[in-house]
């Protein structure tokens, strides 16, 4: 019966009668399962080659009710694909859904034509190899998820996502024992439905009320120390601060890869969507706990929150003796900048033509007050929870890059390849954006709010960075490939909304 294209009024019109799926309705607290691997079909040494198919499947999650699912190959959250540097990669995908989509290798270092970029698309009943070498370097931590235009959001909505792994052979950690916690969210009314998107949630992006680890509503988790941790962020919107009472957490690597060494510890790790991260448990005893996200106030339009935390997993820790080497690779120190690329996000209020924003600037109110007063004058009337507001095409305009909205047959900028650039990219509005670049890792030199600038603390290699509502970040990377890559916000409902620009590599 279903049909993804006709998503949209008539579903709204059910979800507007029916209430959310209450969270206690899904199953918890069962043994944690591994992420099931991607079977390699290839027994040459350096050769991955395998079958991902995207389809729709019926499972039932919550209630008792079927869920209609999207996934790759029949899992949730798709099958985790483990490789080495210098491997020679081949998927053979096959689109089985009911529209267009693509598969991206998100932070991975693949050639622009086979990235999965929205020109690029797999159509209903096609199939598409994807082929990529990855270079020496390339260990890390990443993810695949499908990126055609404007249903990014909506397909990941749907369980659409995986998680990466690329090793190096010489891994200084390759001792350690691994744990992979992928988490996600879903959200199902109360008929088991995945429900179109809000209004607010094409505003402050989309949560699901169900946050899942490996798919799993809390599940039970045995560990130690002496376990090496990779968590993934592969929600659409939440941000997640993770947290574990009584045990503090030692950060050894980012989205790509391991750091220059083990970094002191700490008592949170913000993971913004699609970040990941790779940690230690440091406890000094025994210990049964919980893997938390506490409240992390992400400035949102129109809603005001209770500060919540949530309780992802239940865990046992092994107290053990852990010695983690002092030096986990080099991570190059880039030249100085000789000139800098800007690149503002913004977003747009519709209202903003007949009030101009810069007469409430300074006024002392904050982005929130700002909004909420907006909100209240403009769009609080039609606010029902569901309905949408402001308009779409309104919206399709809002979130914008260099005051644009992306067109996927406009070059935004231009880079040569293999030569450091330097960016900064300017949070100008009052919102989190997560920022993301295809095609390479950066390095975040600083980060400046008001005239402040201050270095970042650690060099790291990642692909994806928060800012902070007026946050400037600086950065730097090299593309060692020449061709399209994008680069965007990752709430994929800001994506899907146009804030998304294109960078040609020549
Ligand atoms: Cu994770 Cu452009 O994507
Ligand atoms: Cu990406
Ligand atoms: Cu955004």
């Excluded at 909506?154 to 996502?161: D, F, K, N, Y």
């Excluded at 001792?175 to 995945?194: K, M, V």
Aim: net charge negative; hydrophobic share 35%; proline share 7%.
């Amino acid at each position: 019966h279903h049909n993804p294209m006709s998503h949209g009024m008539a579903e709204q019109g059910v979800t507007t009668r029916t209430g959310l799926m209450p969270v206690e309705k899904m199953p918890a607290g069962q043994a944690l399962q591994a992420l099931p691997v991607l079977q390699n079909r290839s027994d040459k040494p350096g050769l991955f080659q395998a079958n991902i198919t995207a389809a729709a499947h019926r499972r039932v999650l919550a209630d008792g009710q079927n869920t209609e699912l999207w996934l790759y190959n029949g899992q949730m959250p798709g099958p985790l694909i483990e490789l080495y540097e210098g491997d020679q990669v081949e998927i053979e995908f096959e689109n089985r859904l009911d529209q267009a989509t693509t598969l991206h290798w998100h932070g991975l270092p693949v050639p622009s034509d086979q990235d999965g970029n929205p020109q690029d698309t797999v159509l209903p009943g096609q199939r598409r190899h994807y082929r990529f070498t990855l270079p020496e370097g390339s260990a890390g931590t990443y993810w695949y998820h499908p990126h055609p235009h404007g249903k990014s959001g909506e397909q990941v909505a749907h369980g659409l996502g995986g998680t990466i792994i690329v090793r190096s052979h010489a891994d200084p950690l390759r001792d350690f024992a691994e744990q992979h916690w992928a988490i996600s969210d879903i959200r199902l009314d109360n008929t088991g439905h995945i429900p179109p998107n809000t209004g607010l949630d094409w505003m402050n992006g989309r949560e699901g009320q169900f946050v899942l680890l490996n798919g799993q509503r809390q599940p039970v988790i045995q560990t130690r120390s002496r376990e090496r941790i990779r968590v993934w962020n592969t929600c659409s919107a939440r941000y997640l601060n993770l947290h574990i009472p009584g045990a503090r957490l030692i950060q050894v690597g980012t989205d790509g890869g391991l750091l220059e060494q083990p970094l002191e510890a700490v008592d949170s790790i913000l993971l913004a969507p699609a970040e990941r991260v790779e940690f230690f448990i440091q406890t000094d005893r025994n210990l049964e706990s919980t893997l938390q996200a506490l409240y992390y106030d992400r400035q949102k339009m129109m809603v005001q929150e209770q500060p919540t935390t949530l309780t992802l997993a239940h865990l046992t820790i092994r107290q053990e003796e852990l010695v983690l080497p002092q030096q986990l690779r080099a991570i190059p120190l880039v030249p100085g900048a000789s000139n800098t690329t800007k690149v503002v996000f913004s977003e747009l209020m519709p209202m903003d033509h007949d009030m101009p924003m810069s007469s409430e600037h300074g006024s002392g109110a904050t982005s929130n007050q700002h909004h909420q007063n907006m909100g209240a004058m403009n769009i609080a009337s039609t606010m029902d929870g569901n309905a949408m507001m402001p308009e779409m095409a309104a919206l399709r305009s809002m979130f914008r890059i260099n005051d644009q909205v992306y067109d996927m047959n406009r070059i935004d900028l231009r880079c040569p390849t293999g030569q450091w650039q330097y960016w900064d990219v300017i949070n100008d509005s009052h919102m989190d954006h997560p920022f993301h670049l295809h095609g390479t890792q950066f390095q975040v030199l600083a980060r400046q709010t008001g005239m402040q600038s201050v270095p970042e603390a650690f060099r790291a290699w990642k692909d994806t960075v928060n800012l902070r509502p007026r946050e400037t970040v600086r950065l730097a990377f090299r593309q060692e490939l020449p061709g399209l890559r994008m680069f965007h916000c990752h709430i994929l409902e800001h994506e899907d909304l146009g804030m998304m620009a294109q960078l040609m590599v020549e």
